[in-house]
């Protein structure tokens, strides 16, 4: 079985002359690639996503590179603030003088990152977009792979199925959190008229004082809560929860909270009824994602991880744009990004040249504790093109 292939349709252009000389001197210099992200601030999810586009890489490389040369990439941490990761992208700009940006997590960080590479001209793809889709693309040299319309919207149509009406949120106070929440609650609102939120808790990301957030969820008083939080404040707001019986008899909806690390580190610690979107168990209900699940333990060694599959596809959209474009080119590279298509075992993953979003979406599911954590079972993968479809419609 093949595992991974691109479909491309190769576009033939026509070159400027030049000397032989100049040609061959071309070359031999790499093509370089400018990737940021936030290593330290985010560990565990910086490390899969690593795995991901160095595999991408060696693969690459090892088949002889692109038009001719080799991929070379030049990787900073851009730590959690705009200015620092300006800093970050401009050194790679100008000083590296690499030919395509890619990376970046965080909203303020990515907004900042792109504006800048925006006002240079220069090709960005993103690991997640977390401006609104109908919004349009930020730029024309801005690309993402994954969206918050693809994680919130299935969460919304799931709870639209549960007999529960009374809900809270709780969510990091800044643009992920805030656009995830909206759209939340728009989506459920529009299934299910009779619902209603009686809380909404912003905890600052990081810093989350969890006992005081889990008091204002007591006193509301929610059937159910659709969760945002991650990392370190989703393991602290869990085990305040915990301490005061707050999950008990209450349906959880957390996006993300089943990512492989997260469950590894505290699964096994869920009360409550659990659904969230993550990384699938190695059960699939049906061909195409069995497929996906035997791809990707070949390839990778280990069962799915989101961030390391995202990390490769998003250098594999970079590889198949320049090859497209014949060159790197600026602005033949951002008119083929808009043109690429990526055959994978989860169907084709291609941009929308609207919005400037791939429709890469999301595994949802069950929590289901173990012995050792927790897995998320009777997953079902969503197609992030019919939620960027409708969002791009309002």
Not at 36 to 53: D, N
Not at 93 to 116: L, P, Q, S, W
Request: glycine fraction near 6%; charge should be neutral; aromatic fraction near 10%.
């Amino acid at each position: 079985m093949k595992i991974l292939t691109l479909a491309l349709a190769l576009l033939s252009l026509l070159a400027a002359p030049v000397s032989p000389s100049l040609a061959a001197d071309a070359a031999k210099e790499p093509i370089k690639i400018g990737d940021t992200f936030a290593y330290t601030a985010l560990p565990e999810i910086g490390l899969f996503y690593k795995r991901g586009w160095e595999e991408a890489l060696k693969e690459v490389n090892f088949n002889g590179g692109i038009l001719g040369r080799s991929i070379k990439v030049i990787s900073r941490d851009h730590g959690d603030t705009p200015d620092k990761a300006v800093l970050v992208a401009q050194d790679l700009v100008d000083r590296e003088k690499v030919d395509v940006m890619a990376g970046t997590i965080f909203a303020h960080v990515t907004n900042a990152v792109a504006n800048y590479t925006g006002s240079r001209n220069m090709p960005l793809i993103t690991l997640w977009n977390t401006m609104p889709a109908n919004e349009g693309k930020q730029n024309d040299t801005m690309f993402s792979l994954m969206t918050t319309e693809g994680e919130s919207l299935p969460c919304a149509d799931f709870a639209a199925t549960l007999n529960v009406k009374k809900w809270a949120t709780i969510a990091p106070n800044f643009a992920y959190g805030r656009l995830a929440v909206k759209l939340f609650k728009e989506r459920l609102k529009q299934l299910r008229p009779d619902v209603e939120f009686v809380d909404e808790r912003w905890p600052t990301v990081n810093k989350i004082d969890a006992s005081s957030e889990v008091s204002s969820l007591l006193k509301t008083k929610p059937e159910a809560i659709y969760s945002t939080l991650f990392t370190s404040d989703l393991t602290s707001f869990i085990r305040a929860g915990n301490r005061r019986n707050l999950f008990d008899g209450k349906i959880i909806i957390g996006q993300e909270a089943g990512t492989e690390s997260f469950l590894h580190s505290i699964g096994k610690e869920l009360r409550g009824e659990w659904y969230a979107t993550g990384d699938p168990n190695s059960a699939p209900k049906n061909d195409k994602d069995k497929a996906f699940i035997e791809a990707y333990q070949r390839k990778f060694g280990s069962p799915p991880e989101v961030y390391t599959y995202s990390g490769y596809l998003l250098y594999k959209f970079i590889f198949a744009a320049i090859e497209k474009a014949g060159s790197t080119d600026p602005d033949k590279l951002a008119k083929a990004m808009e043109q690429v298509s990526l055959t994978t075992p989860l169907g084709e993953i291609r941009m929308n040249p609207q919005n400037h979003r791939s429709n890469f979406g999301a595994w949802f599911g069950r929590l289901q504790p173990t012995q050792t954590g927790a897995e998320l079972v009777d997953w079902e993968y969503k197609d992030a093109a019919a939620y960027l479809n409708n969002a791009q419609q309002k």
